[in-house]
């Protein structure tokens, strides 16, 4: 402003000077003569510093249009560079990790799961315990239906493909026996989940193993070969699938799952040699598939 302030009194000035003259010399100024009426000195001096005054105004002009755009185009440059107030510089945001939204410590989910285990095959760890590893003539299929209560115990940890959380889970489970002398099984079951959590997807892998107590409805002691020694009976479970998370709250799941009841041979003697029914257990997998939901409110990633 005061560049402009400067250049227009220059500009001005040599009217000044001559309405100054003309005052001095008592001449009376009724107004100012056109510049093509003045003397040529006079019109040469006036256009020449009329010249000068806007060559300056134009470079100061220029001068201040470049440094403002300069600024600008500066990415260093900021808004208190400009303005003259300091404000802040609002940070890039980091993408959002979607897994940490969905497996974080003291989270409670509900979750009911279904499969159909038709396969059966020979008990894994026969070879470690001396027994024939074989099936028997007398083949089962059980369809388990599992209730269970999910808690996270961690947050989301871990390098590479191991990252993810822990989860412990306490189930009931009421299973029925539509190939097979026995008709039910229910049992308690504890286990715990191992959740592998990728960066971007929603989709987890996860491996759990469950062991448990139930009760069935032995056949052997009546007589049934190959059938079951008595009621009392432990159980594992043994899945591994994918889970895909809709959003915090919900999600399914999918995979395989391996199930063994026997009871530990409790049946064969029962302290008294020679007596008691031997018992040959049930080795099945097959598909199951889950659905899990939050129990409380979902807990919004910290900013």
């Known amino acids: 402003m005061w560049r402009r302030t400067i250049c227009l009194m220059l500009g001005i000035t040599p009217y000044i000077f001559s309405l100054s003259a003309t005052c001095q010399n008592g001449a009376e100024l009724d107004y100012i003569k056109p510049l093509d009426k003045q003397p040529c000195w006079m019109v040469q001096v006036v256009q020449e510093q009329q010249c000068s005054a806007a060559v300056i105004l134009l470079s100061n002009s220029s001068e201040s249009a470049t440094s403002t755009t300069q600024n600008a185009l500066d990415p260093s440059t ?16 980091k993408p959002t990790d979607f897994g940490r939204n969905v497996y974080y410590r003291n989270k409670l989910e509900f979750s009911l799961d279904g499969g159909y285990l038709p396969i059966n095959i020979p008990f894994p760890l026969d070879i470690f315990v001396g027994d024939a590893y074989n099936t028997y003539p007398l083949k089962y299929t059980l369809v388990p239906i599992i209730a269970s209560l999910r808690w996270h115990i961690d947050d989301v940890g871990g390098p590479w493909i191991l990252r993810g959380n ?20 229910f049992s308690y079951d504890m286990g715990i989940r191992r959740n592998f959590v990728p960066r971007k997807s ?5 491996f759990d193993v469950r062991l448990g107590v139930g009760n069935i409805d032995a056949k052997g002691p009546k007589g049934v070969l190959y059938a079951q020694g008595q009621d009392l009976t432990f159980t594992v479970n043994m ?18 799952n391996f199930m063994h009841i026997s009871n530990l041979d409790l049946s064969e003697s029962n302290g008294k040699p020679n007596w008691g029914v031997r018992n040959y257990g049930i080795n099945v997998y097959g598909p199951m598939i889950g659905l899990d939901i939050e129990l409380h409110k979902y807990r919004r990633q910290p900013e």
């Open 78 to 93: 900021t808004h208190a560079d400009l303005k003259g107030e300091p404000i802040e510089v609002p940070a890039v945001a």
């Open 166 to 185: 822990f989860d412990l889970t306490f189930s009931g489970s009421v299973t029925a026996i539509p190939r097979g002398p026995e008709s039910r099984y």
């Open 202 to 206: 929603k989709a987890a892998p996860y």
């Open 239 to 256: 899945g591994s699938g994918v889970r895909y998370n809709f959003s915090p709250r919900f999600a399914i799941s999918g995979g395989l």
